[in-house]
């Protein structure tokens, strides 16, 4: 399973942004598909996950901000970012199941 995450970058506080993983192999549809983040100087979190069939989970610091959905027939995860705080800024990494990570986007919260 390959992973790319996108749609990184610098937003001002308050501001929104989208993040997408978009996964190749027949694993990444059937997979839980989460996302995780890692600000300089501290440990990889937990973000949100969503399973197969579209039961999601969140950190407390990101219910009612985030919004995980998925689009199986793209092969794609989405995090929906809103009411950005500059402590969300981090690297932001999509992991399928156990094994598979994507590389990081960068997420900025800067006025």
């Known amino acids: 399973v390959q992973l790319q995450a996108s749609g990184g970058g610098l937003v001002q506080p308050g501001g929104s942004l989208r993040l997408s993983c978009a996964g190749s192999g027949s694993i990444f549809s059937s997979s839980v598909v989460g996302w995780y983040r890692q600000a300089p100087g501290r440990q990889r979190e937990f973000v949100a996950a969503?399973?197969?069939?579209?039961?999601?989970n969140y950190a407390d610091s990101v219910k009612g901000r985030f919004t995980i959905s998925r689009d199986n027939a793209k092969s794609t995860v989405y995090l929906q970012m809103s009411s950005l705080k500059p402590e969300d800024t981090a690297v932001y990494y999509c992991?399928?199941?156990?094994?598979?990570w994507g590389k990081g986007t960068q997420v900025t919260v800067s006025s």
């Open positions: 969503i399973t197969a069939g579209g039961n999601t």
């Open positions: 992991k399928a199941g156990a094994l598979y």
